[in-house]
């Protein structure tokens, strides 16, 4: 039996994950992004690329048979599944200066990077060496001239994607604190892993 494990809406949890092992994320109510960033659990200047994976498997979107690389250019993890597709590494993870600049928020407001640094701190993880996410779930679209609009995620409950793990790892996942990218309300986010032994 595979255990599940729940992040609770705008927090984080970071692990482990062994090289094979498949790791499932899981949209449980619909329409909930979950940023993800990965490192080398061996060498934690290794990490999740976006400039990297977007010039080596020629899209913007990534999905299923798409891999996510390091900046060192090495694979990284494998999409085996995914039963939604719309996934991609355009927007940095929410922070507080988004909700000052964007939102035009004063005070305090969870965020994805504050909830990616405070699950890393253990690992040795500094903030200014958390790269951009890879956005599970997230609905960005941009017009002819480029203009950007995040829209709610198309996924819905039940919804999710697995990775296989193509070296050791350290991950960290969120379950996103920004309005617009989570259709304006706030849902868990769940995973499970396999192991290879």
């Known amino acids: 039996m595979k255990e599940k494990i729940t992040i609770a ?3 984080g949890k970071a692990f482990k994950l062994k090289k094979g092992d498949i790791l499932t994320v899981i949209d449980p109510k619909g329409q909930q992004v979950s940023d993800m960033v990965l490192f080398n659990s061996a060498d934690t200047k ?6 990297k994976t977007l010039d080596f498997e020629e899209s ?3 999905t299923t048979s798409n891999y996510l690389w390091s900046n ?5 993890v494998e999409i085996i599944k995914d039963t939604n597709g719309r996934n991609d590494f355009l927007l940095a993870p929410c922070s507080k200066e988004t ?5 035009n928020h004063k005070g305090y407001h969870p965020s994805c990077l504050e909830n990616l640094y405070k699950n890393l ?9 958390i790269p951009n996410a890879f956005n599970i779930f997230m609905n960005v679209q941009f017009d002819l001239e480029g203009k950007i609009s995040v829209l709610p995620p198309t996924s819905v409950a039940g919804d999710l994607i697995q990775f296989e ?3 050791d790892l350290i991950v960290c996942l969120t379950a996103c604190s920004a309005e617009d990218s989570n259709g304006g309300s706030f849902k868990p986010i769940e995973y499970f892993i396999e192991t290879v032994n």
């Open 9 to 11: 809406k705008q927090s």
């Open 46 to 51: 290794e990490k999740v690329s976006s400039g």
């Open 60 to 62: 913007i979107l990534i």
């Open 72 to 76: 060192r250019s090495n694979k990284m």
């Open 99 to 103: 909700f000052e600049v964007m939102y």
């Open 121 to 129: 701190q253990p690992f040795g993880i500094d903030f200014d060496d």
């Open 165 to 167: 793990a193509c070296m």
